[in-house]
């Protein structure tokens, strides 16, 4: 298993979901937010449209 950006961004994506579940805040910053952007940005880099590579 390699772990490239998309890899990176779904485990962060998990780790918000988890810790905003817990009841864990960053003050004025969403966790849920947060998680929902590192998922589409997983998702863009992934199979759906971005390719940083040739």
């Known amino acids: 298993m390699s772990l490239n ?3 990176i961004l779904l485990i962060v994506a998990v780790i918000c979901f988890v810790l905003a579940a817990v009841g864990v805040g960053l003050g004025s910053i969403s966790l849920v937010a947060l998680g929902l ?3 589409a ?3 863009l880099l992934g199979d759906g449209g971005i390719k940083l590579r040739s």
Do not use: K, L
Request: glycine share 12%; hydrophobic share 65%; no cysteine.
């Open 5 to 7: 950006a998309r890899s």
């Open 41 to 43: 940005g997983a998702f």
């Open 37 to 39: 952007a590192a998922f």
